[in-house]
C-alpha cells in the first residue's frame, strides 16, 4: 500500500522517529557532573533511561495506528466520534476525507464513497450524472478531465484526483459537508486509457468505487456525436450550441438535422468502440465497478435504484430536466439510410438498424 495518503503518513511516521532518536542522543549525551554524588547521579540517569523508554513506546503506538486499516482510523486526529457501523469488506470503499479549503464539522464522521462514471461521449453520462447530482447526497462534478493539462500526465491526473476525493474541488454540483459520494465523469479518450496502469492502481489503491455506462446501440450514438457536431457549428438554438437540451421544443429543432453517414467509416469507428468498451471493463476489471447501460436505465429505471444501493446511498427519486433529442426511427434520422443499411447487414453490426426506436 503506497497511497497518497500512507506516503504522507509515512513521512510523518520518519520525522517522528528522527525526532525520537534526537531526544535519546540528548538523553545519553548530558554530562555528568562531579560535583553530584553517585546516588543521585545513578537516580538521574534511570530517570532518564525511564523517559525515553516511554517516548520511544509512544512512537511505536503511532506506528501501530498508522496500519491500522483504513475507517478505523477516525480517532487519530483528535476527533472522536461514532462510526456508523459498516461491514469489513464495505470498509476500502468508505472514507473520512479532511478537506484543506473547509471543516466537515457535524458530518465529519459521515463516510464518503469515492466514485468515477467511466463513459463515452454521446452515451447519455450527461443526463445520468445529472439524475445523480438530483440526490442531496451524491455530488459528481462533470467532465473534469476535459481540460487538457489536467490529464497531460499521471501525476497531474493524480493530483487532480486527490483534490476531488478530498473534497476541494468546487463545481455547481458541489453540496455541502455532508456529502456521502463524491466523483465526477471521465471519458474513456480524456487520457484514461492511456494512463490506464497508474489509474487502475490509484483507483484499488483509495477505495473508488467505478460506474461504467455505455450505449449498445453505437449506430445511434453515432447519429448523436454526428447532429452534436454540426450543432457546435451550426448553432441551431438562438446562435448557441447546445449539447443537452430542457424541453421538446428545443429537442425537436436539433433532431431536425439528419446526418449523412460515411459508411466507409462506419464499420472501423463501431470495431473502435467495441474494442474500447471491452478494454476499459478489462483494465478496470479488479476495481470495484458496475457496468450500466444507457437503453437499459431508459427501459427501466428502476435499474436506477441499483446504483444507489451500489452507492450504499438512501433510495431518492431521481430526477433530470434533460429532454432527449433523438427518440423517432433511425430511418427517419439518418440521410443516407438505404446506404447506411446496406453497409451494416451481414456483419455483427445489423442489429443496430433494427432496434425499436427508444421512446
Ligand atoms: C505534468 O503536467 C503538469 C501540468 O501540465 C506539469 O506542470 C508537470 O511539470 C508535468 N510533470 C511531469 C513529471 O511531466
Ligand atoms: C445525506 O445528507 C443529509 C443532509 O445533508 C445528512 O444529514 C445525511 O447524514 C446524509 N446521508 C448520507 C448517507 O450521507
Ligand atoms: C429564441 O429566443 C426567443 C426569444 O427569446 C424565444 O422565444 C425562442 O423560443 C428561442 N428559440 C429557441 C429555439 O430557443
Ligand atoms: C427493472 O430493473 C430491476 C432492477 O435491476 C429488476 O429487478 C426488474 O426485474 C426490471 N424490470 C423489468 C421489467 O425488466
Redesign the pocket.
Known amino acids: 500500500m503506497h497511497s497518497v495518503e500512507t506516503r504522507k503518513k509515512t513521512e510523518e511516521e520518519g520525522k517522528m522517529v528522527e525526532d525520537c532518536s534526537a531526544v535519546n542522543k540528548d538523553a545519553f549525551g548530558i554530562k555528568s557532573h562531579k560535583k553530584y554524588p553517585v546516588v543521585l547521579r545513578a537516580v538521574v540517569l534511570a530517570l532518564i533511561m525511564i523517559s525515553s523508554i516511554y517516548i520511544c513506546s509512544i512512537c511505536l503506538s503511532q506506528r501501530e495506528l498508522i496500519i491500522i486499516p483504513r475507517g478505523m482510523r477516525v480517532g487519530i486526529k483528535g476527533k472522536t466520534c461514532t462510526r456508523p457501523s459498516i461491514s469489513p469488506d464495505e470498509l476500502p470503499y468508505t472514507h473520512y476525507p479532511t478537506p484543506v479549503t473547509y471543516t466537515r464539522n457535524e458530518c465529519s464522521c459521515t463516510p464518503v464513497r469515492y466514485f468515477a462514471i467511466l463513459s463515452m461521449q454521446r452515451s447519455g453520462s450527461g443526463w445520468f450524472e445529472t439524475l445523480l447530482n438530483s440526490h442531496i447526497n451524491i455530488s459528481s462534478n462533470g467532465e473534469i478531465f476535459s481540460v487538457k493539462e489536467r490529464r497531460s500526465n499521471i501525476s497531474a491526473i493524480m493530483n487532480t484526483l486527490d483534490r476531488v476525493y478530498n473534497l476541494d474541488w468546487f463545481s455547481s454540483a458541489s453540496k455541502n459537508e455532508c456529502t456521502g459520494a463524491i466523483g465526477f465523469k471521465w471519458m474513456l479518450n480524456q487520457g484514461l486509457m492511456q494512463n490506464h496502469e497508474g489509474i487502475a492502481q490509484y483507483f484499488n489503491q483509495r477505495g473508488v468505487t467505478l460506474i461504467f455506462l455505455f450505449r449498445r446501440n453505437f449506430l445511434r450514438r453515432w447519429v448523436s456525436v454526428l447532429a452534436n457536431s454540426h450543432d457546435r457549428d451550426a448553432k441551431?438554438?438562438?446562435g448557441t450550441h447546445k449539447a443537452h437540451v430542457h424541453s421538446r421544443?428545443?429537442a425537436d429543432?436539433l433532431a431536425r438535422y439528419k446526418p449523412t453517414i460515411d459508411v466507409r467509416k462506419l464499420i472501423p469507428d463501431f470495431e473502435h468502440t467495441s474494442k474500447w468498451t471491452a478494454d476499459a471493463i478489462q483494465f478496470f476489471e479488479d476495481t470495484h465497478h458496475v457496468v450500466l447501460y444507457y437503453e437499459d436505465i431508459i427501459r427501466n429505471r428502476t435499474k436506477l435504484v441499483d446504483v444507489l444501493d451500489f452507492l450504499r446511498m438512501p433510495h431518492r427519486e431521481l430526477k433530470s430536466q434533460h429532454v432527449k433529442i433523438h427518440t423517432r426511427p433511425l430511418s427517419d434520422q439518418i440521410e443516407n439510410w438505404d446506404e447506411v443499411s446496406q453497409a451494416l447487414k451481414g456483419t455483427k453490426f445489423e442489429v443496430f438498424l433494427n432496434s425499436d426506436h427508444i421512446k
Open positions: 441551431q438554438l438562438n421544443h428545443e429543432i
